[in-house]
């Protein structure tokens, strides 16, 4: 797995949208913020297009995508915001020239699409937070800095009642269910085998929470992986006629039959607190009983 240099002051990164929508007053305090570190920013030349609801047409964010990852004096490209998009983009990019001259991507929610492709090509990827939320949580966006210039450390969460404890060390891979769960079969499929998956998501009925973890068991990505690590499952939804099940419970009961260990309420995903994870990276997980330890 090839890692990317990591960031230096003066170095530039390109920020771009690949998905939703976002207008010059949202992103403002980002850029700012970035240029604080000793960042150069640049926009992507159509960052703040509009096409319902996304950030300009496809043709339009594949031409943003494009030049982010081929310019080489870029160092990071960072995704402004999330909601859905990103996955009419993926067959018309090139990424012959990303491949020679690596760089971090930087993004979670519908930026899974990417984090699965770049995966695919064995270069690391940050699953962290993004522009749209920088002003929302000061250590997430603290995580995110400290990983683009080399200073990861260890993550040390108290420990939740539906844990199963061990240990486990391989690299750690994933992202959005949802994103997960719709790749599964395409071009850019995630193989899980022997690395530890982490997974959240957002605004989801629970009986699809049900039916998305059976398909990961059934098309036997749940099987042989050395551990899973559960984010925020955020804002759960119910039918009238209750499902039964919380989230945690529905994973858990997907997982019951392995021998791997499993950590919930991991800080990461749709919340506030969203803690930035190298993807792509060998990781130890240590699920004990009065804590959890994630160290690179």
């Not at 976002?22 to 960042?39: H, K, N, R, Y």
């Not at 964010?61 to 996955?87: H, S």
């Not at 000061?138 to 199963?164: C, P, Q």
Request: hydrophobic letters at 40%.
């Amino acid at each position: 797995m090839t890692i990317p240099a990591y960031l230096q002051k003066g170095d530039t990164v390109a920020i771009i949208a690949t998905a939703r929508k976002i207008s010059q007053e949202e992103i403002q305090p980002a850029v700012t913020f970035l240029e604080s570190c000793g960042l150069s920013v640049l926009l992507g030349k159509n960052i703040f297009a509009i096409d319902n609801q996304y950030a300009g047409t496809t043709a339009q964010r594949i031409e943003d995508l494009q030049w982010a990852f081929n310019d080489p004096k870029i160092k990071a490209i960072i995704i402004a915001r999330g909601g859905y998009g990103t996955v009419k983009l993926i067959e018309h990019i090139d990424l012959t020239e990303f491949k020679k001259y690596p760089k971090w991507l930087v993004g979670y929610s519908d930026v899974t699409v990417l984090h699965s492709a770049i995966h695919n090509i064995g270069i690391a990827s940050l699953h962290a937070t993004m522009p749209i939320n920088f002003t929302k949580n000061e250590e997430a966006t603290k995580s995110l800095i400290d990983s683009l210039f080399g200073k990861s450390n260890a993550i040390n969460i108290e420990t939740s009642s539906f844990n199963k404890l061990g240990n486990s060390k391989a690299t750690l891979v994933g992202g959005n269910l949802s994103l997960l769960f719709a790749l599964n079969g395409t071009i850019i499929d995630l193989d899980t085998t022997n690395k530890i998956l982490f997974i959240e998501d957002l605004d989801e009925y629970l009986y699809h929470i049900d039916r998305m973890m059976m398909q990961l068991k059934l098309s036997g990505k749940l099987k042989n992986l050395k551990g899973l690590i559960v984010g925020g499952m955020t804002d759960m939804k119910d039918n009238t006629v209750p499902f039964g099940k919380t989230a945690e419970e529905i994973i858990l009961d997907a997982v019951k039959d392995y021998n791997y260990p499993v950590c919930f309420n991991f800080p990461a995903g749709h919340i506030d607190r969203n803690l930035a994870l190298c993807f792509g990276k060998e990781v130890s997980l240590n699920v004990n009983a009065d804590n959890v330890i994630l160290n690179y």
